[in-house]
């Protein structure tokens, strides 16, 4: 069982920089694919980073790529959300998540995740 706490959300002007943590408490942290969802309110959840373990394999969505990026830090059991150039349709609540099944991670599909952190874009 692997237990997943995101910290780090709240409110930030756009153009700001956020940056989201995901503690994961898991003896074998380094051999997980790892994720970001978010979900804004009357929105479906929506995939917005991966890192795939083997190879360290990155995804992006569209409407992310260039301004956030997804990493590790397999010594502190740590993943990250660093979101530049923030815009007010980033806001959502954001979710991390994790799996140690890279074909599902394929797929998007995860199986851990945290409760989720409120990050709020201010115009």
């Known amino acids: 069982q692997v237990h997943l706490e995101e910290s780090g959300g709240g409110l930030v002007q756009a153009g700001g920089s956020l940056r989201l943590s995901c503690a994961a408490s898991?003896?074998?942290?380094?051999?997980?694919?790892l994720a970001w969802f978010r979900q804004a309110p009357g929105r479906e959840r929506e995939i917005v980073a991966s890192l795939i373990s083997s190879g360290d394999n990155t995804y992006y969505s569209d409407s992310v790529k260039g301004r956030f990026t997804i990493s590790r830090d397999n010594a502190k059991n740590t993943h990250y959300l660093q979101m530049n150039s923030l815009k007010p349709e980033d806001t959502a609540v954001y979710f991390c998540?994790?799996?140690?099944?890279?074909?599902?991670?394929?797929?998007?599909?995860?199986?851990?995740w945290g409760q989720g952190t409120q990050v709020t874009v201010s115009s």
């Open positions: 998540a994790a799996t140690d099944t890279i074909l599902k991670a394929m797929y998007f599909e995860y199986t851990y």
């Open positions: 898991a003896p074998t942290f380094s051999t997980l694919s």
